[in-house]
């Protein structure tokens, strides 16, 4: 009933920059979450941001001042700016989003991940 549309992943240098971009689309009612984990290879999958549809923002420790989460209520589009970037953060970056509709409930829904490199 809901798919996510991941977009912005790639390869960056250390200390560059990348937007991460997730669409939510489908029978929405209301979005209650969105938010950004990743998995890098021989870790477990963390949270790296989340944002809930009043505004609130979470952050992983790692990320803070670096990541910032933010959301187009009007396009149930989550972004995720990412400076600074360092060669730890190389992971493949998911979306996840929390939605409810009428016929569902409330269910969690992944994006189809994306890989972010960081590298010379």
């Known amino acids: 009933q809901v798919q996510l549309v991941e977009s912005g992943g790639g390869l960056v240098q250390p200390g560059g920059s990348l937007r991460l971009s997730c669409a939510a689309s489908g029978r929405i009612v209301k979005i209650n979450n969105m938010g950004w984990y990743r998995q890098a290879p021989g870790q477990q999958r963390e949270l790296v941001a989340a944002?809930?549809?009043?505004?609130?923002?979470n952050y992983a420790a790692s990320v803070k001042g670096r990541f910032s989460i933010s959301q187009d209520n009007a396009k149930n589009t989550a972004y995720m700016q990412m400076g600074s970037l360092k060669p730890e953060d190389t992971a493949v970056y998911s979306c996840?989003?929390?939605?409810?509709?009428?016929?569902?409930?409330?269910?969690?829904?992944w994006g189809q991940g994306t890989q972010v490199t960081v590298s010379s």
């Open positions: 996840n989003a929390n939605v409810y509709s009428w016929n569902t409930g409330s269910v969690t829904y």
């Open positions: 944002i809930t549809s009043g505004g609130s923002t």
